[in-house]
C-alpha cells in the first residue's frame, strides 16, 4: 500500500446507524486531516491531528466524532446523521515540522449517502 | 479572514485551446499556494505549488505564477487534452504550525475532442 487509503469507498447508512471510516497513510507523515466534500460547496475542513493531538475541530457536529490512535490511522466514527451529511469525505496527510513541504497528501475518499 | 475565488465553471473546451483559470486570494502574511486536480471518482492530486512571490510553479504543461500586487495565482496550459478533464481547486496555506490549506470552489473543466 503506498499514500493514503481510505475505506470504505462507498457507504450507504440509515439515519439511526452507527458506522465509522479508515484512513491509513502510508507517508511517515505526523499530521492528518479531515476535509467534507459536498456538492456546489468548497472543501471543509473538519478535523486536523497534528502528532496525534486533535489541534482543530471546526465547529462540527458532536455526530461527527474523530479518533486518531496513532500518526498513521485517522477514524471518523459517524452515528446518527442527517441525510445533509451525505458528501465525499477525505483524509489528509502533511508532515509539520522542520521538514514541511507545505502541501497536503489525500485519499480518494469515502463516499456517504445517508437515507 | 482568509479565502480563495476561482472563476465559476464549468470550462469547455476543444483539444489543444488554450486554458487559463483564474484564482485570487486573500491573506494575512505571505501564504504558499497550490493548484490541486481531482479526476472523476478520485481524491485531491497536487498538481503544483509556489511558495513565495514570482514563483512559477510548473507540471504537467500547467503553469502558474504568484503574483503579490494582484493577488493571483491563475492556471494556464497552453494546449489541453482530453485527459485534462477533471476539476481544479485553487488553495492557500493559512497560518499555523499545520498545513491548513483553504480551498476555493473548484472549476470543473471538460475537454472535447
Known amino acids: 500500500e503506498t499514500g493514503v487509503t481510505q475505506t470504505p469507498r462507498h457507504l450507504v447508512m440509515g439515519m439511526t446507524n452507527k458506522k465509522s471510516l479508515k484512513c491509513e497513510q502510508h507517508?511517515?507523515?505526523?499530521?492528518m486531516y479531515w476535509y467534507k466534500q459536498s456538492a456546489k460547496k468548497p472543501l471543509e475542513l473538519m478535523f486536523v491531528?497534528?502528532?496525534?493531538?486533535?489541534?482543530e475541530n471546526n465547529s462540527v457536529p458532536s455526530r461527527f466524532s474523530p479518533e486518531c490512535p496513532n500518526s498513521s490511522h485517522l477514524f471518523l466514527h459517524l452515528h446518527t446523521l442527517q441525510p445533509e451529511d451525505s458528501a465525499l469525505y477525505l483524509c489528509?496527510?502533511?508532515?509539520?515540522?522542520?521538514?514541511?513541504?507545505?502541501?497536503?497528501?489525500f485519499g480518494e475518499g469515502s463516499r456517504l449517502t445517508v437515507l | 479572514g482568509d479565502s480563495v475565488t476561482q472563476m465559476e465553471g464549468p470550462v469547455t473546451l476543444s483539444e489543444e485551446a488554450f486554458l487559463t483559470i483564474n484564482c485570487t486570494y486573500t491573506?494575512?502574511?505571505?501564504?504558499?499556494l497550490f493548484w490541486y486536480v481531482q479526476y472523476p471518482g478520485e481524491g485531491l492530486q497536487l498538481l503544483l505549488k509556489a511558495t513565495k512571490a514570482d514563483d512559477k510553479g510548473s507540471n504537467k504543461g500547467f503553469e502558474a505564477t504568484y503574483r503579490k500586487e494582484t493577488t493571483s495565482f491563475h492556471l494556464e496550459k497552453g494546449s489541453v487534452q482530453v485527459s485534462d478533464s477533471a476539476v481544479y481547486f485553487c488553495a492557500l496555506s493559512s497560518s499555523g504550525g499545520y498545513n491548513k490549506l483553504i480551498f476555493g470552489a473548484g472549476t470543473r473543466l471538460a475537454v472535447h475532442p
Open positions: 489528509a496527510s502533511s508532515q509539520v515540522g522542520s521538514s514541511n513541504t507545505g502541501e497536503l497528501f
Open positions: 491531528y497534528s502528532l496525534e493531538e486533535r489541534v
Open positions: 491573506a494575512t502574511g505571505y501564504p504558499s
Open positions: 507517508l511517515g507523515h505526523n499530521a
